[in-house]
């Protein structure tokens, strides 16, 4: 039986909102925010130090994850308040991506990637780089196909990676919303493009392990592209699909809820605002409507009569 | 290390069968497909909306209505495809009913208006046996009871309590029905998202009432009422959901509400009634305070999941 998502993520919550606490703690008894940077690293340190001597499910695992985030909330605020957000943003990313790696617990490595793509996106519109959270989705996507197509044998391994997958998984769905708002400096083309491609790659290999026949995996993969192209603009569209795809390959139902959501959330804001007058809307989702009902159609009367024949 | 999950399920080595994947490309091209259509019926609808006319306007609605009903009759509402018709014509209820106060005027305050969705469409809830809209109608249930609150007695806490009490019945009778053997009550998402719904509805008025040394709220009834309601349920649903229909998720969700509950008393306490350990010390004290509520509580459902898995 695997431990249900909802303990490690109450034990989460709780160390974030006693972290929260212990700042408040630490704020009534330091003034100077030189002294609260230190404060702050000293907490890291003697947490990482704590958190290697015990018992990942001990009450001193706990203590020191709440250690080690009430350093982080501490390093953030003074970081970002007293320096350029450039320089705090490197910093930060830098500590982030140490902790991900010397800090073992799944609840802090799901929260380090998070934080590890949101810096990075800083720090790329800090750069003025050209499409910076276009730029951002596909630095975290590559990392997480690699992580998808890994072999699950080495639990050890496993354990490490699933929070660090699921974290990418979420700040690529996070950095979509602005798109959804219709924000200008949000992820859109060269995302969806980088998106699709990855997606392919994978979703290919997969389907041709399984064994699927030629032309499955051809109208599979011609509908995602087609989908793609017609939602260009909207890259967490794709994304969304994506997710659903894996979800449903891997039987995790949270997931697949989670698509759901964020596939209505994406799709209402694609529609909502697409340049086109309404009629052109109409006729553009009753068609798409259409098309996929009639799409069904084909692929009940042909991959399934294909699929009586072969049993 | 946590060696109950072991698995890593972005590499899980089976996949479903081709079967399953037809089955759910077929689900998601219906739903998919259905959704985007009545969504461009609907924005067909919006862009000539203006020039529509009173009677145009309840026909085109009163026709997609009857559609709907028509489809669900004539697929069979034992059927999925008759359940999601049914299902959208109860959603073209309340768009009727918004129209018709619309256009006559009729002065009805919004509660009203989702009242009545409710009444109407409960026979067709009653008929469906078909979870998602029960859901739909405690939803439209749920709104009423709120609007009602805000538009008469806007921080009224009553309204809160009743919510949760309308929520809380709903809970108990799904898993009533449920260990009867009624089969299309059988997911666990249903109770799940009631539950919680519950849960936070008798939160509120709790914290409330425990905060109002601090805050000076006068709604004490409204608090007690809650806190009556919720500290049975949580220890009905500790013992149910470890006992009698095991689930580790409904467990963590109640002891999730427990913790909040103690810890809004402990740090209340302490600000209030012990002013000498200063704001420092009552942050310190509160930090420490829920570590330890959360370690006896995760340590708790670790054996509770253990003996559930020695038990199979």
Known sequence: ?311 | MDTTQTSFPLSKPTSPEAGEWAHFLLRCLLVFGTVLTVAGVVFFVAAYWQEFGRFGKFAALEGALLAAAVLAWRIGIDRLGGKVALTAAAMLVGALIALYGQTYRTGADAWENFLLWAALILPWVLAARFSALWLLWLGVANLAVRLYGWQTHPWDQRFLVAAGVLNGVAWIGWEMARRRGVRWLDGTWGPRLIGAATLLALLGPSMTLIYGPISGDTNVAAGWAALGLLLPLIFGSLRYYRQDEPQVFMLALVLAAAVTLLTTFFVVRLLVYDPGFGEAGVWLASAVFLLTEISAATWWLREVTLRMEARL
């Open chain 1, 1 to 311: 039986m695997k431990t249900p998502w909802l303990i490690p993520l109450l034990r989460g919550v709780g160390a974030v909102v006693a972290a929260l606490f212990l700042v408040g703690f630490f704020s009534e008894m330091i003034d100077s925010e030189a002294v609260a940077r230190g404060v702050g690293f000293a907490l890291i340190l003697s947490a990482v130090l704590l958190r290697h001597l015990v018992d990942g499910k001990s009450f001193l695992a706990l203590l020191a994850l709440t250690l080690v985030l009430a350093g982080e909330i501490r390093l953030f605020f003074s970081c970002f308040h007293e320096w350029e957000v450039l320089v705090a943003a490197c910093v930060l990313l830098v500590l982030e991506v140490v902790l991900l790696l010397g800090f073992p617990d799944a609840f802090h490595r799901f929260l380090s990637t998070v934080s590890a793509v949101g810096l990075l996106a800083v720090i790329l519109k800090e750069i003025d780089l050209p499409v910076p959270f276009d730029v951002t989705v596909l630095s975290a996507t590559v990392p997480l196909v690699w992580l998808w197509t890994r072999s699950g044998r080495d639990t050890v391994a496993a354990e490490a990676r699933l929070p660090v997958a699921y974290g990418l998984l979420a700040a690529i769905l996070g950095l979509f919303v602005p798109t959804a708002l219709g924000l200008t400096e949000a992820a859109g083309t060269v995302a969806t493009v980088g998106l699709t491609l990855a997606f392919g790659v994978f979703a290919f290999g997969l389907l041709r392990r399984h064994g699927a026949d030629r032309e499955a995996v051809a109208v599979g993969l011609g509908v995602f592209v087609l989908v793609a192209f017609a939602t260009h603009q909207a890259p967490g569209v794709i994304a969304s699909l994506a997710l659903a795809f894996v979800a449903f390959h891997q039987g995790e139902n949270k997931w697949l809820a989670v698509a759901a959501i964020f596939l209505t959330v994406f799709l209402t804001g694609f529609y909502c605002h697409l340049d086109l007058t309404l009629l052109s809307k109409s006729a553009m989702l009753t068609t798409s409507g259409v098309a996929l009902l009639v799409l069904r159609l084909y692929v009940k009367s042909r991959i399934l009569t294909s699929l009586e024949t072969t049993s």
